[in-house]
């Protein structure tokens, strides 16, 4: 008897679980979430952007409190914005090699020293995109 009604809540409950297995939404969930990825192949010049980029963080992080948020100076650290590239990482480069530039270089170098050369490259990039 008790046998017989655990058999017939079990087949209940078998079959409420049967039902609850019905997985309606997730195939069509999938194609929308990788959508975002799909730009990647026309987006190559992305590649390029990046340089800058890198340049825009670590001057943000590292020179900005220094030289102002737009290089615009403050102070007595100098401007750096309207100077070319050229100039702004041949003078990066003088600093890490240990050349004394102007009376203020003690304070200069240490910071200089941390830079490999591909952060002067992308420094001096975004530095002379700055509006002077
Ligand atoms: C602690 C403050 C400080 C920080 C941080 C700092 N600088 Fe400087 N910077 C100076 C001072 C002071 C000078 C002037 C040094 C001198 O007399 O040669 C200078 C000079 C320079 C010059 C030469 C300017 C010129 O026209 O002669 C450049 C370029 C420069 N800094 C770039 C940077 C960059 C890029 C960063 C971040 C990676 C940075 N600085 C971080 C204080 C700082």
Sequence with gaps: MKLTSLGLALGALL???ACGEKPAATPA??????APAA???GAAP?????????GK???GSVCAGCHGQQGQGMAAFPKLA??????????????KAGKTLGEQTAIMAPTALGLSDSDIDA???YIASLPQ
Excluded: C, F, H, W
Excluded at 82 to 95: F, I, M, P, V
């Design 15 to 17: 079959s409420l679980a």
């Design 29 to 34: 969930a999938t194609p929308d979430t990788m």
């Design 39 to 41: 730009p990647a192949p």
């Design 46 to 54: 992305g590649v390029t952007e990046a340089a800058p980029d890198i």
């Design 57 to 59: 963080l670590k001057y």
């Design 82 to 95: 309207g100077q070319s590239a050229d100039a702004l990482a041949a003078k990066l480069r003088d600093y």
């Design 123 to 125: 420094l001096a990039n």
